[in-house]
């Protein structure tokens, strides 16, 4: 079990559905990611919320909005996704302060795109 | 951002003591090491942090020479279940952090 929640675990979408996916943090992290994994590939930075506002987006297609609802929640909205999407997103938060930059992942979202 | 390189893979037996190195040659002053395992559909786990000299705790050592330029992970007695890559980041302290993975390190524990 982790610290860091992500629903739902598996999402199957067409191209043309919309669809969102969820993680949530009790820890009070002020810092919250969204990462994108490939198989046999190293997770890749999407997007970073420091204290509730997006503070990186790494040129990541607009067919994905993050959304930061509170200090404890982060969505990933999906849009006219494409199958090369179809990917495991993970969620990870961290401290936010001095000296601690431990990351904490969630065990992440297998989305696959039909 | 510090660029990490790591072997690509390794193999141990079981209960042999592992070392991992990480070379990260252009540090900054104020990052940290940190060291992650993952499993196969897992989140990657935070396994231990450091700036300088060495550090363990009840999973892992990190040694960190004086001049920060690679640093490495000692796995004791590894089991089967250490099975997993190993991911070196580098990181400045303090706030949100952009935190890129390398490769990794693919570690196969044998019987």
């Known amino acids: 079990d982790t610290e860091v929640t992500q629903t739902p675990k598996h999402l199957v979408m067409g191209m043309t559905n919309k669809k969102s996916l969820k993680c949530e943090q009790h820890?009070?992290?002020?810092?919250m990611y969204w990462y994108k994994q490939k198989a046999k590939k190293p997770p890749e930075l999407m997007f970073v919320y420091s204290y509730e506002k997006l503070s990186i987006n790494e040129s990541v297609p607009s067919r994905f909005s993050p959304e930061c609802p509170n200090s404890s929640l982060l969505n990933l909205h999906l849009h006219a996704l494409q199958p090369e999407d179809s990917a495991l997103y993970l969620c990870?938060?961290?401290?936010?302060?001095?000296?601690?930059?431990?990351?904490?992942f969630g065990n992440g979202t297998r989305l696959t795109v039909t | 951002l510090a660029k990490t390189t790591q072997p690509i893979s390794m193999d141990s037996y079981e209960g042999q003591e592992v070392n991992i190195t990480c070379s990260h040659n252009?540090?900054?002053?104020?990052?940290?090491i940190t060291w992650y395992q993952q499993f196969p559909s897992q989140g990657p786990r935070f396994i231990i942090q450091?700036?300088?000299t060495k550090v363990t705790n009840e999973v892992a050592s990190l040694f960190i020479p004086a001049d920060r330029k690679s640093s490495t992970l000692s796995l004791p007695r590894v089991s089967l279940s250490d099975t997993a890559v190993y991911y070196c980041?580098?990181?400045?302290?303090?706030?949100?952090?952009?935190?890129?993975f390398g490769i990794g390190t693919k570690l196969q524990v044998i019987p």
């Open positions: 252009n540090i900054a002053t104020n990052d940290y």
């Open positions: 450091g700036y300088k």
């Open positions: 980041l580098v990181a400045p302290s303090g706030g949100y952090q952009k935190v890129t």
């Open positions: 820890m009070g992290h002020r810092a």
């Open positions: 990870a938060s961290s401290h936010g302060g001095q000296e601690i930059i431990a990351l904490h």
